[in-house]
């Protein structure tokens, strides 16, 4: 992707490139980083992002990546934030290119980055694509020690949302008549797969009630059997039958 874009405090006008188009669930585009040459001769790596609303066709700044960078890519996860991975950044330190590791999250709706999990090999010009489980596969691309043929797997954070009715949040205590079984559903911001569940959760517990604690009788049980998780895309939630 090749953008004319304005300094925020100059004003200088410069192209740039190696810039990924990411598309988000608010029908807006995040455009993010790049290699700018700007009109005066100079030139750099942007951390500068900017989101483009195709209703207004309009372009407008949003946050800053955490390291600028160029030549990496940009994944809408399930969750609706926007995965930045890989590339190449300059170092000043050493006044040098070099590839980070460090991965960043873009939140549309704070419109902020925050730092994310690291790769354990930095690359530059790589794929991340999205896959059925909500993981990001990371793949390909070069570094200093030339072009590597490995690839890794990112796991998107978890964005417990809470359980919805028929079980309440705590401090409830939720009552339910013995063999029972109860829709528990919960939501993790979107659709993360169906390896939510930690091998051998949900588990019982035997527990001492608070005195005094509020307590609610659960309005919906199925019949019991086996249990299972399933998810309803319609409204955003798991369901795990229990």
Same mark, same amino acid.
């Given at each position: 992707?090749?953008?004319?874009i304005r300094h925020r405090t100059s004003g200088l006008e410069y192209l740039a490139w190696f810039a990924p188009v990411s598309p988000t669930f608010t029908h807006r585009t995040l455009i993010a980083g790049g290699w700018a040459a700007v009109q005066n001769g100079a030139d750099g790596i942007l951390a500068d992002a900017t989101l483009y609303d195709p209703a207004t066709k309009t372009f407008?700044?949003?946050?800053?990546?955490?390291?600028?960078?160029?030549?990496?890519?940009?994944?809408?996860?399930?969750?609706?934030?926007? %995965?930045? =991975?890989?590339?190449? /950044? #300059?170092?000043?330190?050493?006044?040098?290119?070099? +590839?980070?590791? @460090?991965?960043?999250?873009?939140?549309?709706?704070?419109?902020?980055?925050?730092?994310?999990?690291?790769?354990?090999?930095?690359?530059?010009?790589?794929?991340?694509?999205?896959?059925?489980?909500?993981?990001?596969?990371?793949?390909?691309?070069?570094?200093?020690?030339?072009?590597?043929?490995?690839?890794? %797997?990112? =796991?998107?954070?978890? /964005? #417990?949302?809470?359980?919805?009715?028929?079980?309440? +949040?705590?401090? @409830?205590?939720?009552?339910?008549?013995?063999?029972?079984?109860?829709?528990?559903?919960?939501?993790?911001?979107?659709?993360?797969?169906?390896?939510?569940?930690?091998?051998?959760?949900?588990?019982?517990?035997?527990?001492?009630?608070?005195?005094?604690?509020?307590?609610?009788?659960?309005?919906?049980?199925?019949?019991?059997?086996?249990?299972?998780?399933?998810?309803?895309?319609?409204?955003?939630?798991?369901?795990?039958?229990?």
């Amino acid at each position: 992707m090749i953008r004319r874009i304005r300094h925020r405090t100059s004003g200088l006008e410069y192209l740039a490139w190696f810039a990924p188009v990411s598309p988000t669930f608010t029908h807006r585009t995040l455009i993010a980083g790049g290699w700018a040459a700007v009109q005066n001769g100079a030139d750099g790596i942007l951390a500068d992002a900017t989101l483009y609303d195709p209703a207004t066709k309009t372009f407008t700044d949003t946050g800053s990546l955490g390291i600028g960078r160029y030549g990496h890519t940009g994944t809408l996860l399930n969750n609706g934030m926007v %995965l930045i =991975t890989g590339g190449g /950044a #300059f170092d000043p330190a050493s006044n040098a290119l070099y +590839n980070p590791t @460090t991965g960043e999250l873009y939140d549309p709706t704070t419109e902020t980055f925050t730092a994310t999990g690291s790769m354990s090999s930095g690359r530059g010009h790589l794929t991340a694509t999205l896959l059925d489980d909500a993981d990001v596969l990371v793949a390909g691309g070069g570094n200093a020690n030339g072009i590597t043929d490995s690839a890794e %797997l990112y =796991t998107p954070p978890y /964005a #417990f949302m809470g359980f919805f009715p028929p079980v309440d +949040n705590l401090p @409830t205590y939720n009552r339910a008549r013995a063999g029972s079984a109860i829709p528990v559903k919960f939501g993790l911001g979107g659709y993360m797969g169906m390896g939510v569940l930690a091998p051998g959760y949900p588990q019982s517990v035997r527990i001492n009630c608070a005195a005094g604690a509020p307590q609610d009788a659960v309005e919906e049980t199925v019949t019991a059997g086996s249990s299972s998780l399933s998810y309803d895309a319609a409204t955003g939630r798991y369901i795990y039958v229990w």
